[in-house]
Each structure stands twice: as C-alpha cells, then as structure tokens.
C-alpha cells in the first residue's frame, strides 16, 4: 500500500476515536455530523472507498490465511444514519466468505430466556473472520434505558434492574470486551452520528420516493421524541466503553461521502493494526511441495 493511503486513513481514523474516560458532549463541535476532513474533498470521495475496498479485500484475504485474529466491527446509530449503506459500501469487495451481518432487532422469546451477551455470543466471528453487527449488545444501554418499560420487561430477578443497572452493564461490556480481545478478537465500534435535522430530511425522502418507501418506518419517526434521550445515552455510553482496547469512534454521518469512507479507514485502521500475514510454510511443507511440484511437472 502506497504510505500516502496508509497515512490518510490514520488521519481520518484518529480524531474520531474517543479517548477512554473522555467527556463526551455530542453537540459539541468536536463531534459535528457534518463534519468533513479538509485534506479530503467530496470529488476525490469515490476514490478513496475504492481504494479503501480493495485495502478491505486483500486485509481479509490476510486475516483469513492467517487463521489467528478476528474482527468484529460494531455499528450503532440513530434511524436513518445510514448503518446499512455504510455496510454495502465499505465491505462490497470482500470475499462472501470472510464475512458475516448480524442485525440484532428487539430479542425473540429464546433469546430473552438468555442473558443479553448470549445472542451476541453465538454470532461472534470466528478466527480469520470479519464479523459485522448490525446492532448489537450496546442496545441494552440505548432503546432500553430510554423506554425504562424495556427493562421492567426483561425477565432478570428483580435486585438486577436496580439503578445501577447501567453502570454495571458498562462494567460487564467492558469485561466481556477485554476478554475477547485478549483471546484475538478485534473489537471495533463506530457510531454513525447523524443529526436531527438530517435524519428529518431522510425520513421524508423515504416518503417522497416510491423506491424508498418501504423502508420508512412510523414508528422510527414517533421515536425522534426521544432524541434528546437518546443523545444522552450514547454519550454516556461513549464515556463509559471506549477502552484502550476497543475504542469507539464516532463517524460523522450527515454526509454520506464523507461517512463511508471514515468508516472504511477505522475499520483499515484496526486491520492495520493486526496487520495479518500469509504463513510460511515449515521447512517440511517447502521440501513436500518441492516434491509434488516434480512429480506434477513430470507429468504425474
Ligand atoms: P432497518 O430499519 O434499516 O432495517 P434496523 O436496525 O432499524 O434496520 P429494525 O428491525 O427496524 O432494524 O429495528 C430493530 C429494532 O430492534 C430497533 O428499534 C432496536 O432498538 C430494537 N432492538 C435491538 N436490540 C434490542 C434489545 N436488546 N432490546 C430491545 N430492543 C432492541
Ligand atoms: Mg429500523
């Protein structure tokens, strides 16, 4: 990879990461949804995810060969963000096989008779996999504090939904967190932060264009009344996860370009990191396929 694409993406990369303990303050400019980057312009855009899908392409094919790490890459974000664009854009030139969407909606009968890790335990992306959660565990700090009904439903003894609930979760997140981490998998989390006035316009173009109707959702517009809570949530959500080991970032989401090619470099940032590698073989494989190769050359 060329050091200026290598160089851009740690640019883009690093001052969307939340430092751990970090206040966060989401309508603070640190945190603009309409933020860009000015060493990157909108024209240039479509370049960038190119390169940035082809980076994916052969990170994977690294990962897999080398069979040792995982990556589980986290999405959260208000309706409309656009969560399911930003996943067919960024991974659209990676192996059908290396990777695995779970989208996580309001959990089923079995999965509410499991603690809330349980579901997301058994979608967890096995060694040489890149794992995407469309949703995840982190909806138990979001929908469910802002709808406390949520939480008097679930079906945990009592004395586990006292008020420190939320500040437990966040300790049992964290432990959880750094225990698959310390097992070889890489936990990215991105926020796509969209703002309210964006998701607005979203929402009515969904109306407004017959292709897009079906995904417009009543009720996701009956939630914008909670926006407020919500932000609240997510910042103190922000505040209490984002480790060392798996920190969050927030994407700026009110512009599409800008978005996806933020989310591509965090997500190259981490592969970077691990920087995977095609194994050698042993002295052993070497001296048997320097024997096969002989006999396939001579024709056996
Ligand atoms: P899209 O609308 O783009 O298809 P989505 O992620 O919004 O994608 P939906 O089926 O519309 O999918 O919504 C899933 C719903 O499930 C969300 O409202 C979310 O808050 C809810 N949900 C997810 N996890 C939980 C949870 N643990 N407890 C309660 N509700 C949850
Ligand atoms: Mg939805």
């Known amino acids: 990879m060329a050091d200026s694409t290598a160089e851009r993406i740690r640019r883009l990369a690093k001052p969307m990461r939340v430092a751990p303990g970090e206040k966060v303050n989401l309508s603070s400019k640190q945190w603009d949804p309409g933020a860009t980057a000015e060493f990157l312009q909108k024209g240039d855009a479509d370049e960038a995810l190119a390169e940035g899908v082809a980076l994916m392409a052969e990170y994977q094919a690294r990962l897999a060969a ?8 986290i999405l959260q974000a208000m309706d409309a963000a656009g969560k399911d664009g930003t996943i067919s854009h960024v991974m659209s030139g990676v192996n059908p096989q290396g990777v695995e969407v779970t989208s996580f909606k309001v959990p089923s009968a079995l999965e509410q008779d ?6 997301a335990a058994l979608r967890l992306p096995a060694r040489g996999m890149i794992g995407i959660f469309n949703r995840s565990y982190y909806e138990e700090l979001l929908v469910v504090r802002v709808h ?6 679930e079906r945990m003894p009592p004395a586990s939904k006292g ?3 939320w500040k437990r979760r966040f300790r049992e997140i964290n432990d959880w967190e750094r225990y698959l981490t310390d097992n070889g998998t890489k936990i990215v989390k991105l926020f796509l932060h969209v703002s309210k006035d964006e998701q607005r316009k979203r929402f009515l173009d969904r109306i407004e264009e017959p292709e897009s109707n079906w995904k417009f959702s009543a009720a996701d517009a009956r939630e914008r009344k909670y ?6 949530a997510y910042a103190d959500l922000l505040e209490n996860t ?3 080991r798996a920190p969050w970032h927030v994407i700026p989401a009110d512009h599409k370009w800008f978005m996806r090619v933020a989310a591509s470099s965090v997500i190259l940032d981490a592969l970077m990191d691990i920087n995977p590698q095609y194994p050698v073989p042993s002295a052993a494989a070497k001296t048997e396929m320097e024997q096969a190769k002989a006999e396939l050359l001579a024709g056996g």
């Open 163 to 165: 008020p420190d609930v």
């Open 148 to 153: 406390p009904e949520i939480l008097a439903g």
């Open 227 to 232: 926006w407020d809570d919500y932000q609240n």
């Open 114 to 119: 499991h603690d809330y890790l349980w579901r």
């Open 66 to 73: 080398q069979d040792t790490w995982s990556v589980l890459v």
């Open 242 to 244: 984002s480790t060392e």
